[in-house]
C-alpha cells in the first residue's frame, strides 16, 4: 500500500471535537508544541496502522485533556479544574479523555488511506518508550492547535502523522 495518511485540517479535529463533545469548541492555529515530557506531561495517543507500525500521534496537554475527558461525560468544569491543579488526572478522566483520543482515530482513517487504529495512551506524567518520545517534537507534518471547549476552557493539542 503506498497511499499517505495525510494530516487532518484544523477544521475537521474542531468539528469531531464539536460533535464528541456537543457543545461548541474553538480552534485556533499555530499553537505551540505540546511536549508530553515536561512536568505534568500530556495525553498521548499512539496510532498504529495494520502491520503495528507507529503512524501517528495525537497530545493533548493536562489542561485539555482533562476538560475534554470531563466535557464528554458531563462532570462540571471543577472536576477538571481539581485534576489540573493536582496535576495528574484521576481513572474517570483519563478513561474518558482516552475514548476521545479512540474517536479521533477516524480522521486519519479514508477509502485508499492505511487504516489506523488507537494502539496504546500514556497518562500525563508517565513515561513515553524511546521510540515514541523522539517524535514529539519533530518536524514531521503536525497540526499545532489551541483548542477552547465551551463552558470547560482551553488547552493544547498537537497531531503528527509520522513516515510516509
Do not use: C
Amino acid at each position: 500500500m503506498n497511499a499517505v495518511t495525510p494530516l487532518p485540517a484544523a477544521k475537521e479535529v474542531r468539528d469531531m471535537l464539536a460533535d464528541l463533545l456537543n457543545r461548541d469548541v474553538e480552534v485556533v492555529t499555530g499553537g505551540d508544541m505540546v511536549d508530553p515530557t515536561v512536568e505534568f506531561g500530556g495525553l498521548v495517543g499512539v496510532y498504529v496502522d495494520r502491520r503495528l507500525q507507529l503512524s501517528a500521534l495525537v497530545i493533548m496537554d493536562l489542561e485539555l485533556a482533562a476538560r475534554t475527558g470531563a466535557a464528554i461525560a458531563l462532570i462540571p468544569s471543577s472536576g477538571a479544574e481539581r485534576a489540573i491543579g493536582a496535576g495528574a488526572m484521576p481513572d474517570n478522566l483519563l478513561e474518558n479523555a482516552s475514548e476521545i483520543l479512540n474517536v479521533l482515530a477516524a480522521l486519519f482513517n479514508g477509502e485508499g488511506l492505511p487504516h489506523l487504529k488507537l494502539d496504546s495512551v500514556y497518562a500525563p506524567g508517565e513515561p513515553l518508550p524511546a521510540d515514541v518520545a523522539k517524535w514529539v517534537l519533530a518536524y514531521v507534518p503536525r497540526l499545532d492547535l489551541d483548542i477552547d471547549v465551551k463552558g470547560y476552557g482551553s488547552g493544547r493539542f498537537s497531531m503528527l502523522v509520522l513516515g510516509g
